[in-house]
């Protein structure tokens, strides 16, 4: 299926089949966002892996240092790493835009230079969805 055929990319890809003017590599990207809680970042995390717009995410604890509306603020936050198809980015990003409740949430995307092709193949094939036609996006 279409595991097996990235795979068969991602080795042609690595014998040196394919040049940079013929083949574009599948990419991965990484959506950082900061959330205020352990709830919504659970609550977040939970939705864009069960919509299949993220493989993985990664929720760390940090304090954040900011100026808002001209105050200083420290604040304990919550890193959320969202691992995607670089396609997905879109709707991913509109996606947490539209679920987040921060009036300026921060949504930013890390290109990922390179990556190991298990780990890149693993990730395109759980976020695999189905189109209302029966293809798989």
């Known amino acids: 299926g279409a595991r097996l055929l990235l795979e068969d990319h991602i080795n042609a890809w690595r014998s040196g ?3 940079s003017c013929r083949w574009i590599m599948p990419a991965l990207a990484i959506l950082v966002t ?3 809680s352990l709830v919504q970042a659970q609550r977040l995390t939970r939705a864009v892996i069960e919509k299949k717009l993220a493989a993985c995410v990664q929720v ?3 304090v954040s240092h900011y ?3 001209g105050s200083y603020c420290e604040t304990n936050e919550f890193k959320l790493e969202m691992k995607l198809r670089a396609e997905d980015y879109p709707i991913l990003a509109d996606f947490v835009r539209s679920a987040h409740n921060y009036e300026t949430p921060e949504i930013i995307r890390l290109a990922v230079e390179a990556v190991e092709p298990a780990y890149l193949a693993w990730v395109y094939e759980v976020t ?3 189109l209302g036609n029966g293809d798989e996006l």
């Open 128 to 130: 695999k969805r189905h």
């Open 67 to 69: 100026v808002w509306e």
């Open 17 to 19: 089949v394919y040049d």
């Open 60 to 62: 760390t604890p940090l």
């Open 34 to 36: 900061t959330v205020d």
